[in-house]
Each structure stands twice: as structure tokens, then as C-alpha cells.
T-cell receptor, first 114, second 113 residues
Framework: DAGITQSPRHKVTETGTPVTLRCHQT?????MYWYRQDPGHGLRLIHY???????DKGEVSDGYSVSRSKTEDFLLTLESATSSQTSVYFC?????????????FGSGTQLSVL | GENVEQHPSTLSVQEGDSAVIKCTYS??????FPWYKQELGKGPQLIID?????GEKKDQRIAVTLNKTAKHFSLHITETQPEDSAVYFC????????????FGSGTQLTVLP
């Protein structure tokens, strides 16, 4: 997906280990988001950012932290991974001046916590 | 907060027929309603969106209708083609100060040749 890159694309880890997922954009957009996708739940917002060092919690933020030290990078960290955090994680960016509108999603990270 | 329900969860249609996916929302102050298409192995892609001051919007074979009184909105795809096969998600932005999207649970659309 042009303009937004997620890494890694796949990750297998063990319960209790820390994990960091990276989202990188080349569009210089203000808003960045982390969602998780699980069967039957659609996409649920974990955290979002509205600028460098400006972040806020979403619907399912427990067990996750984020950081945004540069406009182009938004990191999602699982401090101590649990099996319930096995999911597909999507990063999204938005050029809209209004939060939540016209999101452009990355290709996702498949995370398995064993 | 906002709650979005989407039906049906699966839908199969013959190529050339129309497909309709329906969503209801709970927050009467919601004012933005996008639809996303997700192909296998990819991230969701915005295909159309509508604001609460508009009742209908069309883009080629795709249209979205909004009924604010009943708090529901629908996606209509006409003259379906095999490449329309995907998972479709509706979403709504609630009235909270954060203005974040709440997604429906998705509809797997299969267009049969």
C-alpha cells in the first residue's frame, strides 16, 4: 500500500514477551491509528495519534501502549503479550482534518501469541 | 458509545444481480458513515462515504442510502462482478469528543459467476 508500511508482516511470539509493531508513513498525515481485527468483531480501535507525542486511547487499549516521536512513525507495543492479543493489526492514516474520516489502511501484521 | 450492527454476515449473489448490505447505528448524533471493502490478505479500502446531511450518494455501481430517523444506512452494489467479492464493513462516527470510527462486524460478499 503506497504511503504506509507495516512491519513485521508476520510475528510469532510467546506469552509474556514484549512485542513492538511499527507503522511508517510517507504522506505526512496528522492522524495515525492502530486497529485490531478479529472474527466477528470487525475492526476495533486500540490507540490513535493526532500529532507528534499526542496520543489517546481507543476502545480496546488495555495491554497496549503507543509512541509517536516522529510524524512518520507510530509504534504499538504489547508490554507482555497474551494469547488474547493474537490478532491481525492494522495501522491507518488519514489526510482529513477531521479525526476518523477517510482512513487509508496498511496491509496488516498477523500476530500469533503462543 | 456508538454501536453498529451489520447484516447479513454472508451474502451470495449471481453475477449481474444487485447486492444490499444494511447497518444500524445507536448514536443519533452520528454524522459520518463510510463503507470499506477488504480483499483477502489486504487492509480495508474506503469505497464510499456519506454525511448525515445527505440522504443518498452514488459512485458508478455503488450507492449508499441513509435514513437518520430509523438510524440505518445501506450499501447497494448493482451489476455485481466477480471482483466485487470481498468483505464489506460499514462504520459510523459517534458524537463523543474523540470522534472515532466504530465498525460493523462485516459482510462476506460472494459473486457467483
Amino acid at each position: 500500500d503506497a504511503g504506509i508500511t507495516q512491519s513485521p508482516r508476520h510475528k510469532v511470539t510467546e506469552t509474556g514477551t514484549p512485542v513492538t509493531l511499527r507503522c511508517h508513513q510517507t504522506e505526512n498525515h496528522r492522524y495515525m491509528y492502530w486497529y485490531r481485527q478479529d472474527p466477528g468483531h470487525g475492526l476495533r480501535l486500540i490507540h490513535y495519534s493526532y500529532g507528534v507525542k499526542d496520543t489517546d486511547k481507543g476502545e480496546v487499549s488495555d495491554g497496549y501502549s503507543v509512541s509517536r516521536s516522529k510524524t512518520e512513525d507510530f509504534l504499538l507495543t504489547l508490554e507482555s503479550a497474551t494469547s488474547s492479543q493474537t490478532s491481525v493489526y492494522f495501522c491507518a492514516i488519514s489526510e482529513s482534518p477531521s479525526s476518523g474520516e477517510k482512513l487509508f489502511f496498511g496491509s496488516g501484521t498477523q500476530l500469533s501469541v503462543l | 458509545g456508538e454501536n453498529v450492527e451489520q447484516h447479513p454476515s454472508t451474502l451470495s449473489v449471481q453475477e449481474g444481480d444487485s447486492a444490499v448490505i444494511k447497518c444500524t447505528y445507536s448514536d443519533s448524533a452520528s454524522n459520518y458513515f463510510p463503507w470499506y471493502k477488504q480483499e483477502l490478505g489486504k487492509g480495508p479500502q474506503l469505497i464510499i462515504d456519506i454525511r448525515s446531511n445527505v440522504g443518498e450518494k452514488k459512485d458508478q455501481r455503488i450507492a449508499v442510502t441513509l435514513n437518520k430517523t430509523a438510524k440505518h444506512f445501506s450499501l447497494h452494489i448493482t451489476e455485481t462482478q466477480p471482483e466485487d467479492s470481498a468483505v464489506y464493513f460499514c462504520a459510523a462516527i459517534g458524537s463523543g469528543s474523540a470522534r472515532q470510527l466504530t465498525f460493523g462486524s462485516g459482510t462476506q460478499l460472494t459473486v457467483l459467476p
